[in-house]
């Protein structure tokens, strides 16, 4: 990324793409949820795969696991 914030990439089908950052980076993420490895177990005892950023750690397919 350059000094002014602009940075370019190509994504892996071909699409090119100019972003420009703004604002100070210690804002970036600032009150939003990290995501995290769903808490929920699968029907054959194990972890489930899944990532979520709801508050009590399960993805949709578990919460009824609460």
């Keep these: ?19 420009q950052i703004t604002g100070q980076s210690e804002d970036c993420v600032e009150n939003v949820p990290m995501v995290k490895q769903c808490k929920g ?11 979520t950023d709801n508050s009590n ?3 949709w397919q578990h ?4």
């Design 1 to 19: 990324m350059g000094e002014d914030g602009y940075s370019t990439f190509t994504s892996n089908k071909g699409y090119e793409y100019e972003v």
């Design 57 to 59: 750690q399960l993805c």
């Design 41 to 51: 177990v699968t029907k054959s005892g194990k972890r489930c795969r899944h990532m």
């Design 63 to 66: 919460q009824n696991q609460e």
